[in-house]
């Protein structure tokens, strides 16, 4: 599936059910956020989706913190496609819980 076709799904979906964030989906038991980057320390997490950016926070794992050390926003086409891949499946699964409280 090529990058353009990723996006389009990931933006329809968000078109009908609205943005959500990765801790609204629970995938494998848990939830989890797509990495973004990492550097050092350092680890970047796609964690909100609107219909056209995503949300990163920057945290330090090491810190025990759950808190962002800062946060910025790209556009979809700036992401990895395997990134991307990852933010579909948790799209189709917000999808899915909406499809299901709302039946």
Same mark, same amino acid.
């Given at each position: 599936?090529?990058?353009?076709?990723?996006?389009?799904?990931?933006?329809?979906?968000?078109?009908?059910?609205?943005?959500?964030?990765?801790?609204?989906?629970?995938?494998?038991?848990?939830?989890?956020?797509?990495?973004?980057?990492?550097?050092?320390?350092?680890?970047? &997490?796609? @964690?909100?989706?609107?219909?056209? %950016?995503?949300?990163?926070? =920057?945290? /330090?794992? !090491?810190?025990?913190?759950?808190?962002?050390?800062?946060?910025?926003?790209?556009?979809?086409?700036?992401?990895?496609?395997?990134? &991307?891949? @990852?933010?579909?499946?948790?799209? %189709?699964?917000?999808?899915? =819980?909406? /499809?299901? !409280?709302?039946?």
């Amino acid at each position: 599936m090529s990058k353009k076709t990723i996006i389009e799904k990931i933006k329809e979906i968000i078109s009908n059910y609205g943005p959500f964030g990765s801790g609204e989906v629970e995938q494998d038991g848990g939830t989890y956020s797509p990495c973004v980057a990492s550097m050092g320390s350092l680890v970047s &997490l796609a @964690e909100y989706f609107t219909g056209d %950016k995503v949300e990163v926070n =920057i945290y /330090e794992p !090491e810190s025990f913190s759950s808190d962002a050390m800062d946060t910025y926003d790209l556009v979809y086409e700036d992401l990895k496609v395997s990134t &991307l891949k @990852e933010i579909l499946k948790l799209a %189709k699964g917000y999808a899915e =819980i909406q /499809e299901e !409280e709302n039946a």
